[in-house]
């Protein structure tokens, strides 16, 4: 009896013949505006803390090549570039997430797409085209385990990120598809990233994905040089998915099924709030209601979320009602909640300090509990739902069945590109952003190394 093809070996398949003609043309421009939404994110990231921190790190190792690090005018070795330029894409967690899958599926690709393609000097076009496919591949694999990840206390994002940088870097590589089979078995052994951050807004949550990109970059690179690799990396007696998931049911066809004429990278949303994505039904609820309280004393508060997402964004309540920086707020319902309800708005300033510290926000916050929500569409939608109880009695309530920035509610290219223009200003002059938002949207007729130099500062 013939043995089924692995999974691995569809994918490898799809990857190595991938050409961008290939691609439907709303996928194709797509991603281009996800590209640019990256790294507009990117930019601003690299004036934060966090950002100087991972660039003054990877500095002291003594690392430095040819490699751009978005925002900054120091170059890197490829590796080190893609493991910065992770970190800052990622790293103000404002990125896309493809939501059932429940990945950041931009940033998965992404650094290693831009990092091999500047050394490279690939063209737009081809950089294009690996990065597709390895944010599909990316995507597939969240499919697959239907959220089990979060469940045993990993980072999806920073799972999955070894593998579609691993054939994101095969397809740039030009491996065949015995050479992105390997690719991908040997980023199994380095698949990696727990969700310990959320205990006290540590900054490690960043730092997967540019991780995730050192690792497949150095698979493929094994790879090409006939590295043995094992060829059942997912579902195999002791693959990723038997390894990590503690004998929780997968949907393994989810990874080849459709695979090159389904492309679910489509799907992926643009979050218009910085905070995570499983909080932006209840954002939108509150900021909906905010003119209605108009003031009034607020005497208790019931935010609606997807049973699954409470444990991350809800749990423990006393920790997520008293958050004490930008990361904690992130993660806390509560906080995101009262504080859409009080001033009807949460963008990147909302993060600051000041904001964070805001007595009126923090004392409601103490008002809101969190509950599942019968009637959510999770994981196809982040829904949310939000009840509030005036101290004159008086109840309002919204619920929200799809969340701002996904499915019809996507954001528009010009909301992609006003989203882009303000993340971006922080870092670099207008024109400068211009430049690149410009390059961005024709990526096909440009090299990675133009794009690149437009990045630097």
Not at 179 to 193: C, D, L, R
Not at 204 to 217: D, E, L, Q
Request: with cysteine; net charge negative; proline share 4%.
């Amino acid at each position: 009896m013939t043995s089924p093809i692995p999974p691995s070996r569809t994918i490898a398949e799809m990857a190595s013949t991938l050409r961008l003609s290939d691609v439907p043309e709303a996928v194709v421009n797509r991603a281009k505006l996800h590209i640019l939404d990256a790294l507009g994110l990117g930019l601003a990231a690299s004036v934060q803390d966090f950002g100087k921190s991972a660039l003054a790190g990877t500095l002291s190792m003594g690392a430095s090549g040819e490699c751009s690090v978005i925002g900054r005018a120091e170059r890197l070795e490829m590796r080190d570039a893609a493991m910065v330029n992770g970190v800052l894409t990622h790293g103000l967690d404002f990125d896309d997430t493809h939501l059932a899958s429940i990945i950041h599926a931009t940033v998965t690709a992404l650094p290693a797409a831009l990092a091999l393609g500047e050394k490279l000097d690939a063209s737009g076009a081809d950089m294009l085209a690996a990065f597709i496919a390895g944010a599909e591949t990316g995507i597939r694999i969240g499919l697959a385990v239907d959220g089990g990840f979060h469940h045993t206390g990993h980072h999806a994002t920073g799972m999955v990120s070894h593998f579609a940088s691993a054939v994101t870097t095969g397809r740039l590589l030009g491996l065949s598809a015995d050479g992105i089979t390997a690719a991908q078995g040997i980023a199994g052994s380095t698949a990696s990233g727990i969700q310990v951050f959320l205990e006290e807004g540590a900054w490690t949550k960043r730092f997967h994905p540019g991780w995730g990109a050192v690792a497949g970059i150095t698979a493929a690179h094994l790879a090409q040089a006939d590295f043995k690799a094992p060829t059942r990396v997912y579902e195999g007696r002791f693959g990723l998915f038997q390894a990590h998931l503690h004998g929780q049911e997968t949907k393994d066809d989810e990874l080849a099924k459709g695979l090159g004429t389904v492309w679910h990278f489509g799907e992926t949303a643009l979050k218009p709030y910085p905070v995570c994505h499983f909080i932006h039904g209840c954002a939108d609820a509150a900021i909906d209601l905010h003119h209605e309280i108009a003031g009034a004393e607020i005497f208790s508060v019931e935010a609606l979320l997807g049973e699954p997402t409470l444990h991350i964004v809800c749990e423990p309540a006393e920790a997520k009602q008293r958050p004490t920086n930008e990361y904690e707020v992130k993660f806390s319902a509560q906080f995101v909640t009262a504080y859409c309800l009080l001033y009807g708005r949460f963008g990147l300033p909302d993060l600051l300090p000041a904001a964070i510290a805001d007595v009126g926000a923090l004392a409601l916050a103490q008002k809101v509990t969190c509950k599942a929500d019968p009637d959510s569409r999770f994981p196809e939608y982040f829904s949310g739902g939000v009840t509030v109880t005036l101290a004159d009695r008086r109840v309002l309530s919204r619920h929200v069945p799809v969340n701002s920035g996904a499915g019809e509610r996507a954001l528009s290219p010009e909301q992609v590109a006003a989203k882009f223009m303000a993340s971006a200003s922080l870092a670099v002059s207008t024109e400068q952003a211009v430049s690149i938002r410009d390059a961005v949207m024709r990526l096909e007729d440009i090299s990675v190394r133009e794009l690149m130099a437009l990045l630097r500062t």
